[in-house]
C-alpha cells in the first residue's frame, strides 16, 4: 500500500525552528494532497497544512506567516518549515497524503511524530 516517514520532529525553545519532512512510499500511481495534522491530548487531530500537487496551499490560522509547506514530487516528499514557534504549537504531528493506488484514491496517514516547545 502506502507508507509515509516521517523525520526531523523533537524540542526547541520557543521562538525557534523545526524542519518536518515526509516521505511517500508504496504503489503509488499518483498523489493529490500531501500535509500536515496535528493532535494534542484530548483534541481532535486538525490540519496544519496541505498543498496540491499544482502548488494550491492552505494552511490553518494561527500558523500563517510562520510555517511554510513546500514538496518535491520527483521524490514525493512534503515539508513543513516551522518558525516563530511557541508552546502552543507542541503536538504530534502527522504527515498524510491522498494517493491514487491501482484504481482508488485514499487517504493515508504516517505514524506521527513529536514536536515540543519550550517556554
Known amino acids: 500500500q502506502v507508507r509515509l516517514v516521517e523525520s526531523g520532529g523533537g524540542s526547541v525553545q520557543a521562538g525557534g525552528s523545526l524542519r518536518l519532512s515526509c516521505t511517500a512510499s508504496g504503489a503509488i500511481i499518483s498523489l493529490n494532497y500531501m500535509g500536515w495534522f496535528r493532535q494534542t491530548p484530548n483534541n481532535e487531530r486538525e490540519l496544519v497544512a496541505r498543498m496540491g500537487y499544482g502548488g494550491d496551499t492552505t494552511y490553518a490560522d494561527n500558523v500563517k506567516g510562520r510555517f511554510t509547506i513546500s514538496r518535491d514530487n520527483a521524490v514525493k516528499a512534503v515539508y513543513l518549515q516551522m518558525s516563530s514557534l511557541n508552546p502552543e504549537d507542541t503536538a504530534v504531528y502527522y504527515c498524510?497524503?491522498?494517493?491514487?493506488?491501482?484504481?482508488?484514491?485514499?487517504?493515508?496517514w504516517g505514524q506521527g511524530i513529536q514536536v515540543t516547545v519550550a517556554s
Open positions: 498524510n497524503a491522498n494517493a491514487l493506488v491501482s484504481d482508488l484514491l485514499g487517504g493515508y
